[in-house]
T-cell receptor
Framework: SQQGEEDPQALSIQEGENATMNCSYK?????LQWYRQNSGRGLVHLIL?????REKHSGRLRVTLDTSKKSSSLLITASRAADTASYFC?????????????FGKGTKLSVKP | DAGVIQSPRHEVTEMGQEVTLRCKPI?????LFWYRQTMMRGLELLIY????????DSGMPEDRFSAKMPNASFSTLKIQPSEPRDSAVYFC???????????FGPGTRLLVL
């Protein structure tokens, strides 16, 4: 079953602009993770944010988490053509089978040079 | 470390044939996951193992699918008999512990004719 739902489904921007992708989820989580997938490749982990954290940075990436709204956002600053990829959020849910992640359907980002 | 290794990278087979996909997780990782990705359904978790034991196989579509993990460094996903609707990219991923960062292999692109 789908947990994370990304928004928008597709985003097209110019190089140098910022890109913001959002993720909403339904149940309580232990952590939320963002992954990137280049066309034809496996997913690559970007950032993990735990339920007691509100914001995390990694290079040009900034992730926020609002557990009261059950939502997260991924901001990519000063985007580059190489950032063109699909971006997925995934939640590790509290309770139940706690080891797995549930992935959303992703946001397809296109950065035009 | 070489990362998660999957074989074969591509498989084309005819309906009714047996297909075996293989995965070698990252050394030291205790959790292993099999996913299937299609345009229509996105990324679906099929099964995950922790310490070589299947923990959650609720995503396995039907009895035609089976997965094994005979030791910490090897897992197989078998489809017998295969059907055209099984055509997808199958990913294996591993993590150091359940619910944490997952490292994905390059995937096996399966086409069942």
């Amino acid at each position: 079953s789908q947990q994370g739902e990304e928004d928008p489904q597709a985003l097209s921007i110019q190089e140098g602009e910022n890109a913001t992708m959002n993720c909403s989820y339904k149940t309580s989580i232990n952590n939320l993770q963002w992954y990137r997938q280049n066309s034809g490749r496996g997913l690559v982990h970007l950032i993990l944010i735990r339920s007691n954290e509100r914001e995390k940075h990694s290079g040009r990436l900034r992730v926020t988490l609002d557990t009261s709204k059950k939502s997260s956002s991924l901001l990519i600053t000063a985007s580059r053509a190489a950032d063109t990829a699909s971006y997925f959020c995934a939640t590790n849910n509290y309770g139940g089978s706690q080891g797995n992640l549930i992935f959303g359907k992703g946001t397809k980002l296109s950065v035009k040079p | 470390d070489a990362g998660v290794i999957q074989s074969p990278r591509h498989e084309v087979t005819e309906m009714g044939q047996e297909v075996t996909l293989r995965c070698k997780p990252i050394s030291g990782h205790n959790s292993l996951f099999w996913y299937r990705q299609t345009m229509m359904r996105g990324l679906e978790l099929l099964i995950y193992f922790n310490n070589n034991v299947p923990i959650d196989d609720s995503g396995m579509p039907e009895d035609r699918f089976s997965a094994k993990m005979p030791n910490a460094s090897f897992s197989t996903l078998k489809i017998q008999p295969s059907e055209p609707r099984d055509s997808a990219v199958y990913f294996c991923a591993s993590s150091f512990s359940p619910g944490e960062t997952q490292y994905f292999g390059p995937g096996t692109r399966l086409l069942v004719l």
